[in-house]
């Protein structure tokens, strides 16, 4: 996921009434997300930045995503996330997922903070992002974050991931970077336990 608290959709993938023109039938080729609990944009995939730039030529139609960053994903898809107010990761860079890359914002063709966020398949076209996703296409939708970091342990975490002792899958879901079994964490867990103590 590119929030790891609450989002809401503010505008879905497909045929929509353009938000400046007012036009109807306009194609949206992403999904419009806002950020509720957190404005940090996170990796959704691991990859490697294909751009991070803010584009202000008029004549370059990706003038309309202002300051972004383009991801191309370990799983075959690249991955847009534009509208930034901020660029955390610079083109050539591995990402993890999870890892922040910026912050929400709006910059370029935009009519307030958002996302948008957009896909693309091998072949350059774009796709449902919801289905990448696991959620509903519809405006409005709100998802809870179910497997959102609380913000007390979001420092520890954000420490955990630059580390590569967690991972991330796109999906808001976070694990050692090993898959480890129960026994093996617990002995982690005693060994941390054993050194804080020692070093307390």
């Avoid at 989002?7 to 306009?26: C, E, H, L, M």
């Avoid at 497997?147 to 975490?157: F, G, H, L, M, T």
């Avoid at 590569?164 to 808001?172: A, H, K, S, V």
């Amino acid at each position: 996921m590119p929030y790891f608290g609450k989002f809401r959709v503010a505008s879905p993938y497909g045929s929509r009434k353009d938000p400046i023109t007012g036009q109807k039938n306009t194609w949206h080729g992403g999904m419009d997300l806002v950020g509720l609990d957190s404005k940090e944009v996170h990796a959704p995939v691991n990859g490697t930045v294909l751009r991070s730039r803010m584009v202000t030529d008029r004549t370059n139609r990706t003038w309309e995503w202002g300051n972004y960053v383009s991801v191309a994903g370990d799983d075959g898809y690249t991955y847009y996330l534009c509208h930034l107010s901020e660029r955390r990761v610079n083109q050539g860079e591995r990402v993890r997922a999870g890892q922040i890359i910026g912050i929400e914002g709006s910059t370029g063709r935009s009519t307030g903070s958002h996302l948008h966020f957009e896909v693309r398949n091998s072949s350059g076209t774009a796709v449902d992002p919801s289905a990448i996703l696991g959620i509903p296409n519809e405006a409005g939708y709100v998802h809870d974050g179910g497997n959102s970091v609380s913000p007390w342990a979001q420092e520890a975490v954000n420490w955990a991931l630059a580390e590569e002792i967690l991972l991330g899958d796109g999906r808001g879901n976070l694990m050692p970077q090993k898959p480890c079994t129960r026994e093996e964490m617990a002995v982690f867990l005693h060994r941390l336990y054993k050194h804080l103590r020692k070093e307390g």
